[in-house]
């Protein structure tokens, strides 16, 4: 049984640092970092997949952020720099044995979290 829980959100200044993690229990394969702002759609921020081999990024975080995850402690990561107002939202875990298609949409994750806020305020 997969179990996902997230900690390490908060609220911080624009230009600010969050690190989010993501206690991963029973959970195998492909993983990523989801957010939701009121309103709107859930997107995709990173993922790593193929072992850990490969990481992708959305644009809009690209630079910004670095996901990371650490085997040993069964923990995914996601370092979060010079946050920006329009960071702010839920922030999920996400995880799927292996990721069929685009590893930045939601659909294609079958284990989520219960999300984490981020408030980045300008």
């Known amino acids: 049984q997969v179990q996902l829980v997230e900690s390490g959100g908060g609220s911080v200044q624009a230009g600010g640092s969050l690190r989010l993690s993501c206690a991963a229990s029973g959970a195998t394969g492909d993983m990523g970092w989801f957010r939701q702002a009121p309103g709107k759609e859930r997107e995709g921020v990173a993922a790593i997949y193929r072992a850990g081999r490969d990481t992708y990024y959305a644009d809009s975080v690209k630079g910004r952020f670095t996901i990371s995850q650490d085997n040993a402690k069964n923990t995914l990561y996601l370092q979060m720099n010079s946050l920006k107002p329009e960071d702010t939202a839920m922030y999920y875990c996400?995880?799927?044995?292996?990721?069929?298609?685009?590893?930045?949409?939601?659909?294609?994750?079958?284990?989520w979290g219960q999300g984490t806020q981020v408030t980045v305020s300008s």
């Open positions: 996400a995880a799927e044995d292996r990721v069929r298609g685009y590893v930045l949409n939601s659909r294609n994750y079958n284990y």
